[in-house]
């Protein structure tokens, strides 16, 4: 899978690409990424990527033109020669919610394109143009687009299979289901006079799994019961919802 990233910061990636997740499927062949500087497609000397708002108001406008020729640019690198069309995605509070569906989604696809905004945001033509896909990662405002595409990249790089060295983690993951994640326990088995569950230390495996199957509907039903909504449920979780519901 490729990832690109157009910005006007191209250094904020540096430590991002040298660690973690996408720097372990980058090493083993798994993610190629590439960073762009937006900068280096401006149209004058002072390689200007903002100006002021027509019609006044606060704040800068990202400028169209370097966008479009950076995305012109990536769009000509289609990798091993082949007809592969990039999915462009704008950081951007007015988009889709992103979620454990949409980071699934997008690591279906071959290559994805973030586009990261700074200031008062794109002139609106960016959008008309080019018909991104318009992502948010949540209903507040950063300074700039560039950790909202980290974040998901990372979630979408862990997907790719073979990146996470150990794929049943990734199984286990909260959301993965559609529900938080169980607890975890490690040792030592009591600190401060808290003890690890003594089921986890029974060695029955069927029972170990439905203590965690338990918890992680226990946890979704008092953290985040708006998921349990939408999740899905087999027998046996449906089961044991029911009965914490009445419990409560």
């Known amino acids: 899978?490729?990832?690109?990233?157009?910005?006007?910061?191209?250094?904020?990636?540096?430590?991002?690409?040298?660690?973690?997740?996408?720097?372990?499927?980058?090493?083993?062949?798994?993610?190629?990424?590439?960073?762009?500087?937006l900068r280096e497609f401006a149209?004058?000397?002072?390689?200007?990527?903002?100006?002021?708002?027509?019609?006044?108001?606060?704040?800068?406008?990202?400028?169209?033109?370097p966008i479009l020729r950076c995305v012109d640019a990536v769009r000509s690198e289609r990798p091993d020669g082949g007809q592969q069309v990039p999915h462009l995605v704008l950081t951007?509070?007015?988009?889709?919610?992103?979620?454990?569906?949409?980071?699934?989604?997008?690591?279906?696809?071959?290559?994805?394109?973030?586009?990261c905004g700074r200031y008062e945001g794109f002139d609106e033509r960016v959008r008309e143009i080019l018909q991104p896909d318009?992502?948010?990662?949540?209903?507040?405002?950063?300074?700039?687009?560039?950790?909202?595409?980290?974040l998901m990249a990372d979630a979408i790089g862990r997907l790719?299979?073979?990146?996470?060295?150990?794929?049943?983690?990734?199984?286990?993951?909260?959301?993965?289901?559609?529900?938080?994640?169980?607890p975890h326990y490690t040792r030592p088995e009591e600190i401060r006079g808290h003890r690890v569950p003594e089921i986890l230390l029974s060695g029955h495996h069927e029972n170990i799994r439905r203590w965690r199957k338990e918890q992680a509907l226990r946890q979704t039903l008092r953290k985040r019961p708006d998921l349990l909504e939408a999740a899905e449920l087999d027998d046996e979780a449906r089961e044991i919802l029911k009965r914490l519901e009445n419990e409560t």
């Open 1 to 37: 899978m490729r990832i690109d990233f157009l910005t006007i910061f191209p250094r904020m990636f540096d430590p991002f690409l040298a660690e973690g997740v996408i720097a372990r499927g980058i090493k083993q062949g798994l993610l190629e990424v590439r960073v762009w500087d």
């Open 43 to 65: 149209g004058d000397k002072h390689r200007s990527t903002d100006d002021e708002a027509y019609g006044g108001g606060p704040g800068m406008v990202m400028l169209a033109e």
């Open 92 to 115: 951007s509070p007015q988009g889709r919610r992103f979620e454990q569906k949409t980071a699934a989604e997008l690591g279906e696809r071959e290559w994805v394109v973030f586009v």
């Open 134 to 150: 318009e992502i948010s990662v949540g209903d507040f405002v950063v300074s700039g687009g560039e950790l909202p595409a980290m």
């Open 160 to 182: 790719i299979e073979g990146v996470v060295g150990n794929s049943d983690s990734v199984v286990a993951d909260s959301f993965y289901e559609g529900l938080l994640d169980y």
